[in-house]
């Protein structure tokens, strides 16, 4: 069964909204989890490493006030993209696990946002 | 850096054709492998993994060995189905495993 929980699996919104993303892992507790965008036909781009009771660590290009990320337990983080545009509309994958050699990540089943 | 090269896709195969997907990597020290299979609309799901040399993960009919020698974990499967039409990564972490890095992606499309 799944692993890693990520919800809402599909949103429309109007521009200006702000949409918020749950990653939940369901059987362990996850100190670092991931939040990857993808654009069709292409691969995953990391956003962002999320780390329990700490700032999330962002990648280079990506607007930190835009990709708002929180991780206040072992087991949930949440993305909130702050006033949302058009140009925010893709699919939104988390993950967690791996942090040991040897171990996968696990992958939520993906958000897909469309912004109107 | 640690990196996944993945064969440029797409592929399309009739049904019940050999699949052959190449990746090879660049590591320093020992990673780990894996393959991840996406189905459309949906997230990443483990398919198989192998996390020594010589090791062989295999899954659904899948297999993949990890070869140190050629630096590949090159994705096999005998006799493919249209359920198996998907986009397929190939993925490594670092020794540490703290650090994970994607291929770009193949996509494959099975053909009754």
């Known amino acids: 069964g799944a692993v890693v929980s990520q919800h809402p699996s599909w949103v429309i919104c109007k521009s200006g909204t702000s949409v918020k993303i749950e990653c939940r892992s369901l059987?362990?507790?996850?100190?670092?989890m991931f939040w990857y965008r993808q654009f069709p036909k292409q691969s995953l781009m990391l956003m962002a490493t999320s780390n329990e009771g700490s700032k999330a660590t962002y990648e280079q290009g990506v607007e930190k006030d835009k990709f708002l990320i929180n991780h206040a337990s072992l087991t949930l983080s949440t993305l909130t993209v702050t006033s949302a545009h058009p140009e925010d509309s893709s699919f939104y994958i988390c993950?967690?696990?791996?942090?040991?050699?040897?171990?996968?990540?696990?992958f939520g089943d993906g958000t897909r946002l469309s912004i109107l | 850096g640690d990196s996944v090269t993945q064969m440029e896709g797409p592929v399309t195969l009739s049904e019940e054709a050999f699949l052959t997907i190449n990746c090879t990597y660049t590591a320093t020290g020992y990673p780990s492998l894996f393959w991840y299979v996406q189905y459309p609309g949906e997230g990443l799901q483990l398919l198989l993994k192998?996390?020594?040399?010589?090791d062989k993960g295999s899954n659904k009919g899948f297999e993949a060995t990890y070869r140190k020698e050629t630096t590949s974990f090159h994705l096999e499967k005998g006799s493919v189905q249209v359920s198996d039409s998907a986009v397929y990564f190939c993925a490594l972490s670092d020794y540490t495993g703290n650090q994970f890095y994607f291929g770009t992606g193949t996509s494959l499309t099975v053909i009754p």
């Open positions: 059987d362990f507790q996850a100190t670092t």
């Open positions: 993950s967690a696990g791996g942090q040991v050699p040897g171990q996968p990540q696990h």
């Open positions: 192998a996390t020594k040399a010589d």
